[in-house]
């Protein structure tokens, strides 16, 4: 389970190695193809990540009387008190020229009267949500994949997962100065471990809901950049802060699906099941109140009177109305026997976004020369104590750009021959059942002490768990041969750790981490920043 002492040329070579096939790292792609060989590496097939399932759309400011100062003001009352201005000044003011790169592409984005039809949110002020019906993600992927195949200079490598980022330190060479080398990943077609080599590497892996039971992430988001930069030495910050999105569809058939934050937009009221409507009485904003606040309402309502789950009631506006705006959520509630024409959708929170993550600057840089992070890996301080709806796909674009403009203009070291993956000391598993049992055990006591809510005796009972996990797959990864379910175990592992001791850090509650031993909030809002062990 480590690099060979015996150094080869045989690797696989390439000027930009990009771990993930999300909005970030096909627009990274686009935009470095040109003048760079670019190979994109992902763990299940192009399609398979987050990206896809983004539904309600892209925050810009493309409407008349809208301002770039409102969608700034907007997301620092999201982010609550946390965001970094100068981080979030530059994503929204680059927002609207992201929006034509793909309307170029052919993105089909709707259109009212000849112009863009703008959606509206919870915590925008304005209507500035641009949008591909109800399935916004899917149509953008799909553009920017068909882009991707035709584009020479783009090499894809699909069902390969990332083992571990290559330094010196990891190769055991002293005295060397620290930097990305490449990569190790697991091509799952052959069962070996192949050898990247790159002189710069993007990590766009997406997030880490999967840490959690209940999520409306797909199978991917595992936070295997996250962890694997943390291990190469890279600081990340605000892992505490853990998007639930209000309204996951409630019902034993219905795996993960979200109903999109645009329902709420257009006038959906949250109900008790006798039909009483709460938000009103939790926040003046009522159901266009920022996530953390509708979700915790809802978490409160369901503890307080017992609840499976709350309603999402949109049945007073016509079914034309909703065919035409909501027309993938509309079919699958009608799949399922729910026809939200004429009743309520049941629904229950869901881990839906990691907003901390590697710590980078505005160029995508992290702490490691040669290694940059794009997405929702990143911890730019865009999002702060809490992601406004739809800024999370502006973050992505403009992100990977601003990082491909820094790639282009440096000039680094050439790239040393690199060991191959030595496994000849480890044995294949014969017990299978340790690995899915420990994902069980891992994500349910993370929803249940680490979720919505959380206490200092919950977060210590976590941490007592987590630490005997991690010793438990470190022993199991030593001496096995490595499966992409153990590489996925391990990075949840080490999320869950990074998660549980960002929470033990904040003596305060802000944002989306509510501690009931420090409810009130700090006059002064300060980052959590974990540095890895030298």
């Given at each position: 389970m480590t690099p060979s002492t015996v150094f080869t040329t045989s690797a696989h070579q390439f000027d930009v190695l990009i771990v993930g096939s999300g909005l970030a790292g096909l627009s990274a792609a686009l935009h470095l193809a040109p003048t760079h060989r670019v190979a994109i590496l992902t763990k299940r097939s192009l399609n398979d990540g987050s990206s896809r399932w983004a539904q309600g759309g892209i925050a810009a400011v493309m409407g008349e009387g809208d301002t770039i100062e409102s969608h700034l003001q907007d997301t620092l009352v999201a982010g609550a008190g946390l965001c970094d201005v100068e981080?979030?000044?530059?994503?929204?003011?680059?927002?609207?020229?992201?929006?034509?790169?793909?309307?170029?592409?052919?993105?089909?984005?709707?259109?009212?009267?000849?112009?863009?039809h703008l959606t509206r949110e919870g915590g925008h002020s304005e209507r500035r949500i641009v949008h591909v019906t109800d399935a916004t993600g899917a149509a953008v992927q799909e553009t920017l994949l068909s882009k991707v195949r035709q584009t020479p200079n783009i090499t894809l490598?699909?069902?390969?997962?990332?083992?571990?980022?290559?330094?010196?330190?990891?190769?055991?060479?002293?005295?060397?100065?620290?930097?990305?080398?490449?990569?190790?990943?697991?091509?799952?077609?052959?069962?070996?471990v192949l050898t990247f080599s790159a002189p710069h590497t993007i990590l766009a892996t997406g997030g880490a809901g999967k840490v959690y039971l209940y999520t409306t992430n797909p199978d991917t988001a595992t936070g295997d950049g996250i962890a694997a930069a943390w291990r190469a030495g890279c600081r990340v910050g605000n892992m505490e802060f853990i998007q639930?999105?209000?309204?996951?569809?409630?019902?034993?058939?219905?795996?993960?699906?979200?109903?999109?934050?645009?329902?709420?937009?257009?006038?959906?009221?949250?109900?008790?099941?006798?039909?009483?409507?709460?938000?009103?009485?939790?926040?003046?904003?009522?159901?266009?109140?920022?996530r953390d606040v509708v979700a915790r309402a809802i978490d409160f309502e369901m503890k307080k009177h017992g609840l499976d789950?709350?309603?999402?009631?949109?049945?007073?506006?016509?079914?034309?109305?909703?065919?035409?705006?909501?027309?993938?959520?509309?079919?699958?509630?009608?799949?399922?026997?729910?026809?939200?024409?004429?009743?309520?959708?049941p629904v229950v929170p869901a881990a839906h976004y990691t907003c901390g993550g590697v710590v980078t600057d505005l160029d995508g840089h992290?702490?490691?020369?040669?290694?940059?992070?794009?997405?929702?890996?990143?911890?730019?301080?865009?999002?702060?104590?809490?992601?406004?709806?739809?800024?999370?796909?502006?973050e992505c674009m403009v992100f990977a750009r601003a990082a491909t403009l820094a790639i282009a203009q440096e000039k680094p070291p050439s790239a040393p021959p690199l060991p191959a993956w030595d496994d000849s000391r480890v044995t294949d598993a014969d017990e299978a059942v340790v690995i899915s049992h420990n994902w069980d055990e891992l994500r349910r006591f993370m929803w249940d002490y680490v979720g919505i809510v959380r206490t200092n005796k919950r977060l210590d009972r976590a941490a007592h768990r987590i630490a005997l996990l991690q010793d438990e797959i470190q022993e199991f990864y030593a001496q096995f041969h490595v499966s992409r379910d153990l590489l996925e175990l391990r990075n949840l592992v080490q999320v869950a750790d990074l998660i549980v001791r960002s929470a033990q850090s904040r003596h305060e509650s802000r944002g989306l981490h509510f501690s009931r031993d420090y409810p009130q909030t700090?006059?002064?809002?300060e980052p959590t920043i974990l540095v890895p062990k030298a």
């Open positions: 981080a979030t000044r530059f994503a929204v003011s680059h927002a609207p020229e992201t929006i034509r790169w793909l309307q170029e592409l052919g993105v089909p984005f709707s259109q009212e009267d000849g112009h863009l490598f699909e069902h390969h997962t990332l083992v571990d980022l290559i330094t010196p330190t990891k190769l055991g060479l002293t005295g060397e100065a620290q930097r990305c080398l490449g990569l190790y990943a697991l091509d799952e077609a052959t069962d070996q639930f999105h209000p309204t996951c569809l409630y019902h034993p058939h219905a795996k993960s699906y979200l109903i999109s934050e645009a329902v709420r937009g257009e006038g959906g009221r949250l109900l008790l099941p006798d039909g009483t409507r709460f938000m009103p009485d939790h926040d003046a904003r009522a159901e266009l109140a920022p789950c709350v309603y999402l009631d949109i049945s007073h506006q016509p079914k034309s109305f909703l065919l035409e705006h909501f027309p993938n959520i509309y079919a699958r509630c009608m799949a399922l026997g729910i026809d939200m024409a004429a009743q309520p959708i992290t702490d490691l020369p040669g290694l940059f992070a794009v997405g929702e890996t990143t911890c730019t301080g865009l999002h702060g104590a809490n992601r406004l709806a739809s800024n999370s796909l502006v700090d006059t002064i809002a």
